[in-house]
């Protein structure tokens, strides 16, 4: 029997869901108090508890001021609002500072915005991307040069220092190859195996140099730290959510209405935390003034605004329509010689609309520019 306090657990329980399947946890007690007791455990497994006050849409698994996170609900403020709660087992333990993305099919991409400077996200298609974890923030400058100091002494000669206002903020001004050696530093100082090689045999790690990978240098099956793909990083970005154009389910309308600073750290468009002007150390609990989580179903943390982010994909606006179904890894080359980045940031470079989570944008490879860092993600 498993028992568990959560502090935040402030609104009543209108009631349950519970599994009648034996492996799977069953929930047997609810107090107001916080106090949940499920049964079923297995040893190896890693649990979490997710809410929602609708049961049929949207799971959250994130607990951070839950007593006020439903803010586009109706009920809000009223002390009957429903709120159900569920127990979900899994054998696969996201890493400390991760967040498991389960596998399954979603829906890529987004007929609303048609035309080519929109990022091109057409047409709509429906991807079979494989479980995996993804960092719940974007990486902070404290951590690039952790693992850029290790590399410099362990075969990485030429990792650019990146720039960023504090240690907290995300790291920027790092190339793409910056990037992805940095992954594999990350990687070999964990004392895992490196992802990326400079040869189809991955007998020789990627280490120095500007180098234009393809996929038969990447092992992609591998359980070290890489960039996502863009099919990656849009079905984490989405949540768990399906037809909405932001990661957050109060955002299913038109991007132009419902989009506003509230909401991510963008250009002129009344962030409370920061003045449009740099990427933050966003949500983390020391800039953002109580009641302030953005995180999606994921719990993952600006994936709209702040800083844009790399991805390992070559970009080119045609792909989805050839787009293969399991696990895509993007194009053999890009007509513009240029690689995806997602996200949105801070930049007046980028708009309400490019926050979406579908906005695909491209970067050269060998450029470093002050909204654009990363985060890493991995498989088990």
Not at 65 to 80: C, D, F, K, M, W
Request: proline share 7%.
């Amino acid at each position: 029997m498993k028992h568990l306090l959560l502090g935040l657990l402030l609104l009543p329980i209108l009631g349950i869901p519970t599994s009648l399947e034996a492996s799977e946890p069953v929930i047997t007690h609810f107090d107001c108090a916080g106090s949940i007791i499920w049964t079923n455990i297995q040893s190896s497994f890693a649990y979490r508890i997710e809410w929602t006050s609708c049961p049929t849409s949207y799971w959250r698994s994130s607990w951070q001021n839950l007593a006020t996170i439903e803010t586009h609900t109706s009920e809000v403020g009223q002390a009957s609002v429903p709120m159900y709660f569920r127990v979900i087992g899994s054998s696969n333990i996201p890493p400390v500072g991760m967040a498991m993305i389960d596998s399954g099919p979603f829906e890529m991409g987004d007929n609303y915005a048609d035309q080519p400077h929109f990022g091109s996200p057409y047409p709509v298609h429906e991807l079979m991307v494989s479980l995996f974890y993804m960092d719940r923030y974007e990486i902070p400058w404290k951590q690039w040069n952790l693992v850029r100091e290790w590399a410099l002494t362990n075969g990485y000669t030429d990792l650019g220092t990146g720039v960023a206002p504090a240690d907290s903020h995300p790291v920027t001004q790092i190339t793409w190859y910056d990037a992805v050696k940095w992954c594999n530093a990350r990687s070999e100082k964990e004392g895992l195996l490196p992802v990326y090689y400079t040869d189809s045999d991955h007998l020789n790690v990627y280490r120095t140099s500007d180098i234009d990978l393809d996929a038969s240098m990447v092992n992609w099956l591998g359980s070290g730290y890489r960039l996502p793909t863009e099919a990656e990083w849009e079905k984490a970005a989405r949540g768990g959510l399906s037809g909405h154009h932001y990661p957050w389910p109060s955002f299913g309308g038109d991007y132009t209405s419902h989009w506003d600073g509230s909401k991510g750290n963008a250009y002129n468009s009344g962030d409370p935390f920061d003045n449009g002007t740099t990427p933050i150390g966003y949500y983390n609990g020391a800039q953002a003034p109580d009641g302030s989580d953005m995180a999606n179903g994921y719990g993952l943390y600006d994936m709209a605004g702040n800083a844009n982010e790399w991805c390992w994909d070559w970009h080119d606006d045609n792909y989805y329509a050839i787009s293969p179904y399991q696990d895509p890894t993007g194009p053999d080359s890009s007509p513009y010689g240029r690689r995806s980045v997602r996200g949105g940031s801070w930049s007046w470079l980028s708009s309400g609309e490019d926050q979406r989570c579908s906005y695909r944008d491209n970067h050269w490879p060998y450029g470093s520019y002050d909204y654009n860092g990363f985060r890493c993600v991995r498989r088990p």
